[in-house]
């Protein structure tokens, strides 16, 4: 990568150096390197000393003891949902601005975690226009922000208090263009029952007939969008995979006797590209009860190995899991086979991947988002690091909280 450009000139550039970088793709880790920002965008990439003539003079921040690496991205998120002991019942009652508040307050948190990019996986519509006007920022950069808009859910099932219950196929279709009007990249269906927000559904069967599944999917790729399928019976996950979904949020092969991991499906799966998104928080280790660690460490072990694709993703925003998980919750995943390195890659260019936002971000690339953490230490000998914040630049811009002291890094809060 050493040497590659894009042509900004070095008037609008910034240089950011650190004593490592990695890159998000291909494994790469390079020492002594740098990044060069050029207003909202990377220009080049590669070791400090390979720096091309055209970009000698430009601002230097040297990041001493510290580790480049692309913003890392949220799989999976819930902005309307506090984090708090019960979530559902508080979006139940809160009023709509008081669900804004709450996922404005979620992205500030977020971004300063060195998280730039979330994929919303259900909110009740008003959200929408919300999310796309900034959701109450305040001009402070934030973490971009890819949604499904309401779910789509059975009468009465799992998440029905976010809208989206639908008895036939005809209110499936008109949710989904709904959504769509309101700038939804996805469609998030409900296929079988969860355990947090509905006793009149079971998380072990399907909520839906195959046919609906069928034709909601055939719908949303029609409209572009892409469909991520909420699934935790082994029941659920076949009729997931069968309709062509492309990814299968938690995939915990439940039966009502306890787990079945379907080693045909896993194969069909990793023969069609459907990712799992694994949904791990940064309490999973210590997870005894329905889902014990053990059990799903043996789970997503077996995906892994079997080359289902795996997106990194915490569920928050539901009870005991705060926005700004993900960066703690990362070290789990060294449990299931992964290098640190592959965490990282997991958690940015394989995100990105799959979630269809590559090339735009999720590797620092030249013509890329300038989206990029910088956290003191090296991740890839220990991924604990990665809570070790140093700076996070979202589209080129600072992330800074208001009242922080001056630093080392202060000079990254000038516009570039």
């Avoid at 979620?106 to 999310?131: E, K, N, S, Y």
């Avoid at 991947?353 to 910088?374: I, Y």
Wanted: contains cysteine.
């Amino acid at each position: 990568m050493a040497g590659n450009q894009a042509g900004h000139g070095p008037h609008e550039a910034v240089l950011l150096s650190a004593d490592t970088v990695i890159t998000g793709h291909r494994r790469e880790v390079l020492d002594d390197a740098a990044v060069l920002v050029a207003g909202q965008k990377l220009a080049w990439v590669g070791h400090t000393r390979a720096l091309p003539e055209e970009y000698r003079g430009v601002r230097h921040v040297p990041l001493r003891g510290c580790t480049l690496l692309p913003g890392l991205i949220e799989g999976h998120a819930h902005l309307c949902l506090d984090g708090g002991k019960a979530p559902f019942e508080r979006l139940e009652t809160a009023r709509p601005e008081e669900v804004v508040d709450c996922a404005a307050d979620a992205l500030r948190r977020m971004a300063l975690a060195g998280i730039t990019t979330v994929r919303d996986l259900g909110a009740p519509i008003f959200l929408a226009a919300a999310l796309r006007n900034g959701a109450g920022l305040g001009g402070r950069p934030g973490p971009r922000v890819i949604h499904a808009g309401v779910p789509l859910t059975s009468p009465d099932g799992h998440c029905a208090v976010m809208g989206g219950a639908a008895k036939d196929t005809s209110e499936a279709l008109a949710l989904i263009d709904d959504n769509r009007r309101h700038g939804a990249d996805w469609t998030k269906l409900m296929v079988t029952g969860g355990f947090l927000s509905s006793a009149a559904c079971s998380p072990y069967r399907s909520q839906f007939p195959q046919h609906l599944l069928d034709t909601a999917v055939r719908a949303s790729h029609a409209r572009a969008m892409k469909v991520a399928a909420h699934a935790h019976g082994v029941e659920g996950i076949w009729a997931a995979v069968e309709a062509g979904v492309d990814t299968v949020e938690h995939c915990t092969w439940m039966e009502e006797g306890g787990f079945r991991v379907d080693a045909a499906l896993v194969a069909e799966m990793s023969r069609h590209g459907t990712a799992v998104s694994v949904t791990v928080n940064s309490r999973a280790r210590a997870a005894s009860g329905r889902l014990p660690w053990h059990e799903r460490r043996s789970q997503l072990a077996l995906l892994h190995t079997s080359g289902v694709p795996l997106i990194a993703g915490t569920d928050c925003g539901i009870g005991g899991t705060p926005h700004d998980d993900l960066p703690a919750s990362l070290d789990a995943y060294t449990d299931f086979g992964m290098s640190p390195v592959e965490v990282i890659e997991c958690a940015t260019g394989a995100n990105a991947r799959l979630l269809g936002l590559a090339p735009q971000t999720g590797t620092l690339t030249p013509g890329s988002w300038a989206d990029v953490l910088a956290v003191h230490g090296d991740p890839s000998e220990s991924l604990t690091r990665l809570t070790d914040v140093a700076c996070v630049l979202v589209r080129g811009r600072p992330v800074v909280k208001p009242s922080s002291p001056p630093s080392p890094y202060a000079a990254l809060s000038q516009e570039n």
